[in-house]
């Protein structure tokens, strides 16, 4: 198979025309900005409809309508627009809506830097907006995931009536990689006989709704929902490990850090140090499971999370599933900032002589 070389913005667009997406609605900002642009000249040559939208709010709630109707919706944009949307991402949720929702993340917080960043971890696996809801993060660390996500996130959103979120860092969005274009495995999807199509000979219309007055009503949709998100936990975590057969030093990290870490973990290796790596893929649900199954194991001696936020948001995710077997140290910049090759391997070599 012939490889391609691409630019992840605009691999990101091409995976979500070639998914079946039928509809686009975005606001451009940096460094999400060729999505929207590579939509707006190729969705429509394949009977898409792509719309720039007065702002993320309107672009937002623009999904909420084309996802009722039983479209293939998607929108993208950068942190600060990304938190503008919370508000039609938890109707989206509630209402059970499938959608894909791209977040190329940079430094904050407020307006931040224009640079890579890390810091809307918590915003998506915890929800940014209000009430008790889950989207499904997927969070690439090159372009080829990137390319792979964003196309099988489609159906992962059709299968379970739920947002998917997939979550790259800037860095992912501007470099360009090459990729190969492959068939990802397709699912058998559910019909769609709830959207909002008209009655087609059914003795009723239907529904799109997130209000429900009754206390009642709501405690039991929400149980509902609840049910579906412990599905889905059992369902679709992944993770990905290297050299963790052996390792005292385990490091943690996704997205480009996790790129960064493979180079300090041949660095570590060759210096003595049995170092692997654990890469979670699913951001929620998390693979809390492995993860401590892992540091439940004899050899590993201590942990070393590595992220491109302030202080860490994943380390909390890290902690909950060590459950305190093992020490973790952290490292990481924010603001745009990476952390590099030479500062992995002095914070591994530190912590795990700290561990001893």
């Not at 008790?132 to 995931?145: G, H, W």
């Amino acid at each position: 198979m012939e490889k391609e070389l691409w630019k992840g913005n605009e691999a990101i667009a091409e995976a979500a025309i070639r998914a079946g997406c039928d509809c686009f609605f975005g606001y451009p900002i940096t460094p999400q900005s060729e999505v929207p642009e590579y939509m707006s000249v190729h969705l429509p040559q394949h009977g898409g409809v792509f719309v720039q939208s007065e702002s993320e709010v309107a672009a937002i709630n623009m999904v909420y309508g084309a996802a009722g109707a039983g479209m293939r919706a998607m929108t993208s944009s950068s942190s600060p627009g990304i938190s503008l949307k919370q508000e039609g991402i938890t109707y989206i949720a509630a209402a059970e809506l499938p959608c894909v929702i791209v977040n190329c993340m940079r430094g904050g917080p407020g307006l931040g830097t224009i640079q890579p960043g890390q810091g809307d971890y918590f915003q998506a696996t915890r929800g940014g907006g209000n009430g008790d809801y889950r989207t499904v993060v997927l969070a690439p660390s090159n372009i080829q995931e990137a390319v792979d996500f964003t196309q099988e996130a489609f159906d992962i959103a059709d299968t379970y009536r739920n947002p998917v979120v997939v979550l790259a860092d800037g860095l992912i969005g501007q470099m360009m990689e090459p990729i190969e274009w492959h068939e990802v495995p397709k699912r058998e999807l559910p019909a769609k006989d709830w959207a909002t199509t008209g009655k087609h000979g059914r003795g009723h219309t239907n529904v799109i709704n997130s209000l429900y007055m009754d206390p009642e009503e709501c405690d039991d949709h929400n149980s509902d929902l609840e049910a579906k998100y412990k599905l889905i936990a059992e369902k679709e975590v992944r993770w990905e490990t290297k050299d963790c057969e052996d390792a005292e030093l385990v490091i943690t990290a996704y997205g480009t850090p996790a790129r960064i870490a493979l180079s300090a973990l041949e660095a570590l290796r060759a210096s003595g140090i049995k170092a692997g790596l654990f890469r979670p893929i699913t951001l929620w649900p998390y693979p809390e499971k492995p993860l401590h199954d892992l540091a439940a194991q004899s050899h590993v001696k201590a942990f070393l999370d590595v992220e491109m936020s302030a202080g860490g948001q994943m380390i909390d995710d890290v902690r909950l599933s060590v459950e305190g077997m093992k020490p973790i140290s952290y490292l990481g910049h924010a603001g745009g900032v990476m952390p590099t090759i030479e500062e992995i391997v002095e914070s591994a070599k530190k912590a795990l002589k700290e561990a001893k």
